[in-house]
Nanobody
């Protein structure tokens, strides 16, 4: 059974950086698109970034130019490099395996001084 485990969240000051990781078990990772989503308190979950199985990427307007999604198929892992973080980036971040519509458990990112 495929599972996703996120890591890398934490507390960071505005303007700082964090890198999230999402490790997948199972053998469908390399052929599946992956995504990162986030959910802030009191708000709906929103899409953040996407990477296809071939490495094509797309970003929400709110993070474009600041966040970078990447993947390492040899490690079954997708990353989200977050730079120039803002307070409004505070949320629980989830990775999503599109092939089987599977979600990770989420990792908290808090941007605060």
């Amino acid at each position: 059974q495929v599972q996703l485990v996120e890591s890398g969240g934490g507390l960071v000051q505005p303007g700082g950086s964090l890198r999230l990781s999402c490790a997948a078990s199972g053998n469908i990772f390399s052929i599946s698109a992956m995504g990162w989503y986030r959910q802030a308190p009191g708000k709906l979950r929103e899409w953040v970034a996407y990477i296809s199985s071939a490495g094509a990427t797309n970003y929400a307007a709110s993070v474009k130019g600041r966040f970078t999604i990447s993947r390492d198929n040899a490690k079954n892992t997708v990353y989200l490099q977050m730079n120039s973080l803002k307070r409004e980036d505070t949320a629980v971040y989830y990775c999503h395996l599109a092939g089987v519509d599977l979600w990770g458990q989420g990792t908290q990112v808090t941007v605060s001084s």
